[in-house]
């Protein structure tokens, strides 16, 4: 018996904004097609503007497209989708255990279950004796773990991070990636996980998506040759560096572009 894979198919994706002061449209997508199935990790790239955080807006299902598809294939309903933003997004009047288990609230799970479970992750992710602190008494990294563990407490089948690390320095962010694969390990959700770093994407994803400019398109998929648990000193090294040279020759034309808009 061969298992059945769900999917998300996204086909000729177009999205437009209307501009509050001019009213001209700003076309944000245009005919953006690619698939992901569950249990993958794919990260996007791509310069800034270009329509990633509205793709991402797109698939959580807080935005409808103007034209196109996004098709959820071989699940039994629709599929759980939590987002994780930059800004952690933590509630400030909330402790970070409830703020962990109010990612199961929407799940009509019992106070005492939410809490357990809550509290559960939160040792597994070695932050239980932080329980009970709020979020302005923590550094920015464990408060953005915390907002990671909030999005895997509820156990998503589509987890969507929008550069959920940028504001880490370099680090801290070594550190949480590989905490986040661990738990990405362990349930397996399918993962869009939106970054400007091209070796963030390539250390963490299955499958990296280029983006171009404005109007956001795919430009090309790259595949990550590297096995996991993922080594990258010798030859998986000098690959990274290939991998990541190829990527930014597919984007620097488009950067440059945004740096010298046209002048009519
Ligand atoms: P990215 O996440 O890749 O930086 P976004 O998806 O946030 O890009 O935005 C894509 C384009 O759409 C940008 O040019 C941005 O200015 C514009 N845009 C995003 N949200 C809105 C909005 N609510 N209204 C008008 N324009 C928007
Ligand atoms: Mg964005």
């Not at 935005?63 to 699940?75: M, N, P, Q, T, V």
Request: proline share 5%; glycine share 6%; net charge negative.
């Amino acid at each position: 018996m061969t298992a059945i894979v769900s999917t998300l198919q996204i086909e000729q994706l177009s999205v437009s904004y209307t501009m509050a002061r001019t009213q001209q449209r700003l076309v944000a997508l245009q005919g953006v097609s690619f698939s992901v199935d569950s249990g993958e990790f794919v990260a996007i790239v791509g310069p800034s503007g270009c329509g990633k955080s509205t793709l991402l807006r797109l698939v959580a299902g807080l935005l409808s497209a103007d034209d196109g598809e996004i098709a959820f294939r071989g699940w039994a309903s629709p599929p759980k989708r939590r987002l994780v933003f930059q800004d952690h997004a933590l509630f400030p009047w909330m402790t970070v255990i409830n703020n962990v288990a109010f990612g199961l609230e929407m799940d009509g799970i019992s106070v005492e279950l939410r809490r357990a479970r809550a509290f559960s992750l939160l040792d597994t992710m070695g932050l239980a004796d932080f329980a009970e602190y709020y979020p302005h008494e923590l550094s920015g990294g464990m408060r953005q773990r915390a907002a990671i563990i909030r999005a895997f407490v509820t156990e998503p089948d589509i987890l969507l991070m929008d550069e959920p690390l940028r504001a880490l320095d370099a680090q801290m962010r070594l550190v949480i990636q590989e905490e986040l694969i661990s738990l990405w390990s362990r349930q397996k959700p399918m993962v869009i996980y939106v970054t400007h770093d091209i070796e963030e994407a390539l250390l963490l994803a299955d499958r990296v998506l280029v983006m171009s400019g404005l109007p956001g398109r795919i430009q090309e998929q790259v595949h990550s040759p590297f096995d996991r648990p993922r080594d990258l000193t010798g030859r998986g090294y000098s690959q990274l560096g290939e991998l990541k040279w190829h990527i930014w020759n597919l984007l620097e034309r488009e950067v440059r572009q945004q740096l010298r808009p046209a002048v009519r």
